[in-house]
């Protein structure tokens, strides 16, 4: 049996295009970064000065001041983003389940309907069911923002899961089943473990669409329910720089994490064994 | 120690016409080794899932000794099943595999380990812990499917396909370590198999299938020797078949009398004017000893197969074969005539059809 071994961690690859194809990250994601921290910390920046004349972290202590409303926004962010989350996972598993084991009769115009808001903008939805919303009682609140991040998030979450689905043999559940786990355990210790991977590619487009949408939280929470990128709008129309900026990076700092968190379930071998497709 | 029967058991699928399992009637006695022959598709899997409780019965009953287990779920059978591609956990060791389902049923972890040891050591793959399954070969993983099974001490064991997918060297010795473990641990055993030779090597009875449909329940020696149909003959490899009709001791055919032996065959057969069909395995013909029971032929083809020689003729319409020892019935060419002899003793009757 040969030992696995240990590899040292390298930034480069040996392959160029893929040092190429590292590098272009490397300038999208940091370059635009770089100016917004200057302009977070400046106090005084006018043209043509290349940088700023005085400095001040007035930004900051705004931003991380938890009797502004940036605290507040921050945190309606944060649940709003992880209820759409949670309720996409539990919607997703069944329905993901459904599309990509079985077959049934108008299977593709079922498809079709569940892709239909990440091919349509959820906008014109979103403008029709405004009114029943209101109807509800759930406009302006909450609840009714979450509902409305759930319509362009759902297709991502069903397409990844259906997508590990397809690879997953059932069998393996009858196994657990035969060797004495009950329903309940058999999904905690094969079926979980087997659609994590889409699980969690799903549950990362749906907190980062949801943590990035702007229109529809505006549209359905009535300009009563704040988040990060309301505020963030707010600011950038307010021609404060500073604090937009330093805003900005607070609104960028989750998705680098996640993205972070969740890479190796994205490439590579983990993703490989979703369904247990590749045993 | 588990008597399993089955009563008129019934299967069909949700959206199915036809029936998967129709009126299914089988006794397997305790610590019998019996085997679900049939081609693919003759309902002979979704037995093994009824019995272990996977699939539900849309009619009939599943009685383990006097207990009616209908409804019982899969997990409280005490019935396991190892799959014909094994099913093992990908994402755990070997050892976390063979103890799953004990972890199931909250052993303590050091009884587990050690429990995981004696069944790593009857399946002779100790020092196996720490693999992953995608580290073993097919083989072994069968054997580490086979511990994680009987590592629960279950009643029943099922096996889908168990040699199946094994290399023909390896078929041997999971064969062996197959019985032998079904001597040792008593257990009544029921496995799957499309392969009637497969089925002969192990089985104490074989119960074989066609079309959801039980065709006949017996030791293997039976169906090479008394077949109750032609279909059942030819799936035991036995085409060699002859119609005629009984008068006295003698089968009057197109191609001659034949006499036959009364004491062997079915009685309601041996009847004056009942029209019947004749039987005869390949081996049992051999090259004319007497004019009694012989018949001349032309030989279709040759077929040497090294250790025998098989001809091939063709009698009333009908293709035989007639298989022997290179040593006795040697010496024919294609086209020449030659006389073979059907022993009275060897020919069977069925029906008609």
């Not at chain 1, 409305?148 to 059932?170: K, R, W």
Request: with cysteine; proline share 5%; net charge neutral.
């Amino acid at each position: 049996m040969t030992k696995l071994q240990k590899r040292e961690p390298r930034i480069l690859h040996r392959n160029p295009i893929r040092n190429i194809i590292l590098l272009g990250i490397v300038v999208g994601v940091i370059l635009p970064m770089i100016p917004q921290l200057v302009w977070s910390i400046s106090h005084r920046w006018y043209f043509p000065e290349m940088v700023p004349t005085e400095f001040s972290m007035r930004a900051w202590e705004y931003v991380g001041n938890p009797s502004t409303k940036v605290t507040r926004a921050f945190f309606n962010s944060l649940i709003i983003s992880s209820v759409v989350t949670i309720i996409g996972v539990v919607i997703g598993l069944p329905a993901g389940k459904a599309l990509g084991m079985y077959k049934f009769k108008l299977k593709w115009l079922v498809e079709l309907i569940i892709l239909a808001p990440a091919i349509v903008p959820p906008l014109a939805a979103t403008i029709g069911i405004q009114v029943i919303f209101i109807r509800m009682g759930v406009a302006d609140t909450m609840t009714g923002v979450i509902i409305a991040h759930l319509i362009p998030t759902l297709p991502y979450m069903i397409v990844s899961l259906s997508g590990v689905f397809a690879n997953y043999d059932p069998e393996f559940e009858e196994q657990a089943r035969i060797l004495g786990a009950n329903k309940a355990k058999t999904f905690l210790f094969i079926t979980l473990p087997a659609v994590f991977p889409g699980i969690v590619t799903g549950s990362m487009f749906t907190f980062l669409i949801s943590w990035g949408q702007y229109i529809l939280t505006i549209l359905v929470g009535g300009g009563r329910v704040i988040t990060l990128p309301i505020l963030l709008f707010s600011f950038t129309g307010s021609g404060d720089n500073s604090i937009a900026s330093a805003l900005s990076i607070v609104f960028v700092l989750p998705a680098i994490i996640i993205l972070f968190v969740t890479s190796k379930f994205l490439s590579g071998k983990s993703s490989g064994m979703g369904g247990f497709g590749s045993i | 120690m588990t008597n399993i029967t089955l009563k008129q058991l019934c299967k069909v699928y949700d959206g199915a016409s036809e029936a998967a399992v129709k009126d299914l009637n089988l006794e397997i006695k305790s610590g019998e080794l019996v085997a679900l022959l049939g081609p693919s598709g003759c309902g002979k899997t979704t037995t093994l899932k009824m019995i272990a409780g996977l699939h539900d019965v849309t009619s009939g009953d599943v009685m383990f000794d006097e207990n009616r287990v209908n409804t019982i779920r899969p997990e409280k059978r005490e019935v396991v099943m190892v799959y014909q591609n094994y099913l093992l956990f990908p994402y755990m060791n070997v050892e976390d595999n063979i103890g799953f389902g004990l972890r199931m049923r909250k052993i303590p972890k050091e009884q587990i380990a050690q429990r995981v040891k004696e069944m790593l050591k009857l399946v002779q793959l100790e020092g196996f812990e720490k693999r992953k399954p995608a580290q073993l070969s097919g083989g072994q993983k069968q054997r580490i499917a086979l511990a994680r099974a009987l590592i629960v001490r279950p009643k029943i064991l099922l096996l889908d396909e168990p040699l199946s997918n094994l290399d023909a060297h390896l078929r041997d010795d999971m064969r062996e370590m197959i019985l032998t473990i079904h001597r040792e641990f008593g257990l009544t055993t029921v496995f799957v198999t499309h392969d009637q030779e497969e089925a002969v090597l192990l089985a104490d009875r074989i119960a074989l299938m066609f079309d959801g449909e039980l065709q006949q329940y017996a030791p293997p020696k039976e169906f090479y020797e008394k077949p109750r149909t032609d279909r059942i003959a030819a799936f035991f490899g036995n085409r060699n078949r002859l119609d005629g009709v009984v008068q006295g001791d003698m089968i009057k055919t197109a191609v001659g009398d034949f006499k036959f032996n009364q004491s062997i065959v079915d009685a309601n057969l041996a009847i004056d004017g009942t029209e019947v069909r004749m039987v005869i395995r390949p081996e049992s013909i051999s090259l004319c000893k007497s004019e009694c029971n012989s018949l001349t032929v032309k030989i279709d083809k040759v077929i040497y197969m090294g250790t025998y020689i098989r001809y091939r003729i063709t009698v009333d319409g009908n293709e035989w074969d007639i298989i022997g020892d290179p040593h006795e019935i040697a010496g024919y060419q294609e086209g020449e005539l030659a006389c073979f002899t059907i022993p009275a003793e060897k020919i069977w009757l069925i029906h008609k059809t």
